[in-house]
């Protein structure tokens, strides 16, 4: 078995990315999540701090640790399918069914909003990765 097949794909290993890049990967969906809440949240004027952006982001945090573990994310963390996908999904879903069962509201456009948000940024860094990794692949063979 070579060291691709063990810590992703030949790509993410000439990028860099195997091993450490999990963990680094996980961070940066954690970010992006707590991104999205602060965008919102100022956009909505809401204040509450540090404590209040947590309140409001820790449903997407759960559901983003549930898509990774279902995805087996770590195996190939910047792939777009299924890793990408499956944890872009389930953060989506996760969260929101999380925020309705906490009492945290869904109202007008907040889930497709979410979802439109969510897919950008989780699955947009995984396409700029696994391009950038393709473009110095070709770089690489020439």
Request: net charge positive; glycine share 14%.
């Amino acid at each position: 078995m070579s060291a691709a097949d063990r810590t992703g794909s030949p790509a993410e290993v000439r990028a860099g990315l195997a091993g450490w890049g999990a963990p680094l990967a996980f961070l940066f969906d954690a970010l992006l999540v707590l991104a999205f809440v602060l965008a919102g949240r100022g956009t909505h004027s809401e204040d509450g701090g540090l404590a209040g952006a947590a309140g409001t982001a820790w449903p997407f945090w759960v559901a983003l640790v549930f898509g990774w573990a279902l995805a087996r994310a770590w195996r190939r963390p910047v792939a777009l399918w299924p890793a990408g996908v499956i944890v872009w999904a389930t953060t989506v879903a996760g969260g929101l069914a999380l925020r309705y069962l906490t009492g945290g509201g869904l109202a007008g456009g907040f889930p497709y909003v979410a979802a439109g948000v969510l897919a950008v940024s989780l699955l947009g860094w995984r396409l700029v990765a696994l391009l950038a990794a393709r473009l110095r692949l070709r770089r690489e063979l020439r």
